[in-house]
């Protein structure tokens, strides 16, 4: 059987990408976000994932506003990265998983979530900046089975339902019956906004409410409205829907192992968590 080890919340900045390639991991203004990244490397050292499902929203490569679903679900044997700019070197294509994706899609579809399928699927720094930051110097060791969720044109699912979506895929995860280690990662955040009258807003004091109660309470976060959210994160702070569906896969009794906090990092509030998800027979046990 399949078993959910635990999941990584991580910021998705693009020029982290280009950081990196510039070798700027020791700069003042850098290190303290890179460290955090310190003890992410010791944890994936130690416990091994197979694949990732990786929450993330599309910055408008796969899906513009003309046609953009709500949740999308990745079924490609291969995920190639075309983001269009901001300077960062093009990242390698990452391998896939398509019979854990259309297992995910059946028990989805099944559970009245009617995802779009996407047997071809591009990704972008949404999904290659944290895949970067968790294995800087090696060969990418995970499969992945990317899921979109559309928090760029309005209306967007709410925080409760990205939560349903995550624990929809989790309980889907904990029926998969090859013996898989697997991983979520929920992409973006934390509070941001890129333009209009607030861009550069962030709130450090929201972020630690969210950073807070993302591990044992998430339902404190999803009765927040989307409009009360982009008052409270700014109007990409929405992208903590992610974040949301992250949580929501971890089905066992969840704790904090490792939290990185960081302002500002470009525009974005920047965090990193570390949870940890004893499954069915540890919480038997305890
Ligand atoms: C920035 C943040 C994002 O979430 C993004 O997708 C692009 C840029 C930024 O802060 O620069
Ligand atoms: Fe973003």
Redesign the pocket.
Known sequence: MASIIGGIGST????IGKAIADKKQNDPYWKPFFMGFDYVHDWLTREKPDVAVIFYND?GLNFFLDKLPTFAVGAAAEYRSEDEGWGIPVARAVPGDPALSWHLINALVADEFDVTMCQEMLID??VTIPMTLMWPNEKWPVRIVPVAINTVQHPLPSLARCLKLGRSIGRALGSYPADLRIMVVGT?GLS?Q?DGKRAGFINKEFDQLCLDKIVNEPEALASYSIRDWVDASGA?GV?FLNWMAMRGALTGRVSQLHRNYHIPI???AAATVVLENAGQEARKAA
Request: net charge negative; glycine share 6%.
């Open positions: 998705h900045v693009p020029s910055h720094h949404a973006g941001h890129l990409q992208e470009s525009n974005t």
